[in-house]
């Protein structure tokens, strides 16, 4: 039979709820389990990693407010994430291991209690300690709370600064450093070791002399891992060789290799997926909780032909002869063989498993270079097909490496470049590789004019498809723009690599519409006074900082209030910023604290979120670590 259906699972340190003034505080590690219903807390056998008694319970309907709570200075380190879910008998305190896994929760929880009566407008956002509010002081625990809460999705920022009729308190200090969402992430992609059994997600043909063929879903053993983009790999006929790093995927179940494990998904992530896909039998199967090992099905059916359809997640349960099996009497010694099963028949499912839904991106990313090795590309193995267009070094031509690979070919107009710096630094751009940013494959510099051979995008740049390339853009679709941005800038900055001229004509669009970056730090190579003096005709005004107009100042904060203002031209389907004023008049605007209007396809949320990149004070602005965690949240509640 099917468990009741369990939306989250993770062990959480519980702080007991303290009902007589003076009983002491303490900390217990408990499993706690969130259903429609209820969130329930068991006791939890570290070792055989199984769950033991119930120790109680809260329902959902009950529940009044779900918040972070802030934390004091001197906090062990298991108990930086705490949350609260306040209910009748006051607030319950749990502790996450990350920022990452208390927002999940949160936002399920919200999600359960969203149509409760009686929401709180008020909380504490403080522990109850000592027979004290720690936030405000006041001795009577049922007084009402000290600070108004967030707005259901609640955002990190709280500068929605037109919301005077309830404005919040003046934050507390410590605040201002809390709330920071991820941590940034590593260069190097985590997880692999030497030794290492992975699993190919995509075919690659060796492109240099060194590297070795993958063939999808097959098994590799890793090797050598100094390179974070190339690791050099056996395989199971004990061929040797340098393998992207981008391709492979752990081995750790035995379940990555098929299309239908989707492998990090939550449930609610699981139905955005299958509703999306829209098919009728569409089904996946994802991990049931973080830590627990057991599988869930999801599966989507339209019955009766409905045009909407719904989601039905059953876990897949074990027998006592360690047989899988979704419905009784059909037991499988696999969780392959279930599924083959299901396909054919529903045998108690609301239908069988007939389309597989996958999150597996079906194009292969690009690699770090063309092969292992040398970023010197032989301009014999290019065939030049057509011309694109201009960039700021000249033309930029479409062709083939190797008469098979799309490439860009920018052939650089000699005069306008520092070539020797630019060089030098190529090799450093090389290592630069991530989905939302145009890769650079390598240069051809041993002739004039010098080529800087690149990732192809078919649909261009993206003023251009903002202005004319969009059949209809939904707030959706525009968003999604800027999380694409938001991501491939967060990979930037967390590699301290500043752009310098972030705008929407240095980004570029693929076929499938996904939006990359491109030209990061090349404004540096450039030999043209008039880009680069902030007096001159070029230089990206619009885009620019109090602190880079006045003093020069580049940084990744730079760069973020560029990216409002790219933000802004996304949202205006690509118009000039400050239209109707000349640079004389946008450095004296700008100082004074004018700025940009809100655009009509900007409702009030996104327009806080580019208004905050335009904070006057570099320090007060997001960075795109933040960005990307706001912008995934709005997202997750359009
Ligand atoms: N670049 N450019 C294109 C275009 C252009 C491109 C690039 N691709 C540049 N990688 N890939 N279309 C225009 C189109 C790099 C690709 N059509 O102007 C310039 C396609 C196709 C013209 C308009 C779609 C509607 C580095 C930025 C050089």
Redesign the pocket.
């Known amino acids: 039979m099917n468990m009741p259906d369990s939306i989250l699972e993770e062990i959480f340190i519980k702080r007991s709820q303290q009902k007589k003034k003076t009983s002491p505080l303490n900390f217990k590690e408990r499993l706690f389990v969130l259903t429609q219903d209820k969130i329930s807390y068991y006791d939890y056998d570290v070792d055989k990693g199984k769950r033991k008694g119930l120790k109680g319970y809260v329902d959902t309907e009950k529940i009044k407010c779900v918040a972070i709570v802030l934390s004091d200075d001197n906090t062990p380190p298991e108990r930086l994430y705490p949350f609260q879910i306040i209910y009748d008998e006051g607030p319950l305190y749990i502790f996450a291991k990350s920022d990452q896994v208390r927002k999940q929760w949160i936002r399920e929880l919200k999600n359960v209690i969203q149509s409760n009566k009686d929401l709180m407008q008020k909380f504490h956002p403080r522990f109850w300690e000592d027979g004290m509010w720690k936030c405000c002081k006041q001795e009577v625990k049922q007084a009402m709370g000290c600070r108004v809460t967030e707005s259901k999705n609640g955002g990190f920022l709280n500068r929605d600064n037109k919301s005077i009729s309830r404005k919040p308190l003046p934050p507390t200090p410590e605040e201002e450093k809390l709330p920071r969402p991820l941590p940034p992430q590593p260069p190097v992609p985590s997880g692999f070791s030497l030794g290492m059994t992975v699993i190919a997600e995509y075919e690659y043909t060796p492109m240099a002399s060194h590297d070795l063929e993958l063939r999808k879903d097959e098994e590799y053993t890793l090797l050598e891992i100094n390179d974070p983009n190339w690791f050099r790999a056996r395989d199971k006929y004990g061929n040797e060789g340098y393998i992207p790093s981008n391709y492979i995927a752990q081995a750790l179940n035995g379940l990555e290799k098929y299309d239908w494990y989707c492998k990090n998904i939550n449930r609610s992530q699981a139905e955005n997926l299958l509703k999306t896909e829209n098919k009728d039998g569409g089904f996946l199967v994802r991990d049931s909780g973080k830590f627990t090992g057991k599988y869930t099905v999801s599966v989507f059916t339209k019955v009766g032909g409905e045009t909407v359809g719904n989601c039905r997640h059953y876990n897949i349960c074990v027998n006592a002869q360690d047989q899988f099996y979704l419905a009784e009497n059909h037991n499988f010694s696999t969780i392959p063989e279930l599924i083959i099963y299901h396909q054919h028949n529903a045998a108690g499912l609301v239908s069988r498993l007939k389309h597989i839904v996958s999150n597996r991106t079906e194009h292969a990313p690009s690699t770090a270079g063309l092969g292992y090795g040398g970023w010197e590309i032989d301009p014999r193995q290019l065939t030049f097909i057509r011309e694109?267009?201009?960039?700021q070094f000249g033309v930029?031509k479409?062709g083939k490496w190797q008469g098979r690979h799309d490439v860009?070919i920018?052939m650089v107009k000699e005069g306008s470049m520092s070539e020797d710096d630019f060089i030098e630094e190529a090799k450093v751009m090389m290592k630069l590789c991530h989905e939302n940013l145009?890769q650079l494959y390598g240069v051809c510099t041993k002739q004039r004019p010098i080529y800087i051979v690149?990732?192809?995008?078919?649909?261009?740049?993206l003023l251009?498809y903002l202005r004319d390339?969009l059949q209809h853009p939904t707030g959706i679709m525009l968003l999604e723009m800027c999380k694409d941005i938001s991501e491939g800038m967060a990979y930037l900055e967390a590699n301290q690599y500043i752009h310098r001229d972030l705008a929407a004509r240095n980004c570029?669009v693929d076929s499938n519409g996904t939006i990359k970056v491109?030209d990061f730090g090349l404004s540096r190579y450039v030999l043209d006074d008039e880009y680069l003096s902030s007096a001159g005709s070029k230089f990206p005004v619009r885009w620019s900082p109090p602190e880079v107009l006045l003093y020069c100042k580049f940084s990744s904060k730079s760069d973020i209030w560029a990216f409002g203002v790219l933000m802004w031209e996304v949202y205006t389907l690509g118009r000039m910023p400050y239209e109707r004023w000349n640079n004389t008049e946008i450095v004296e605007k700008i100082s004074t604290g004018q700025r940009l209007y809100r655009p009509q396809m900007a409702n009030e949320r996104v327009y806080s979120l580019m208004m905050s990149c335009w904070h006057e004070r570099a320090d007060e602005r997001p960075t795109f670590q933040d960005l990307v965690v706001i912008i995934k949240d709005l997202l997750f509640n359009m």
């Open positions: 694109l267009g201009n960039g930029v479409y860009a920018k145009v690149t990732e192809y995008l078919a649909n261009g740049c251009n390339g570029l491109t």
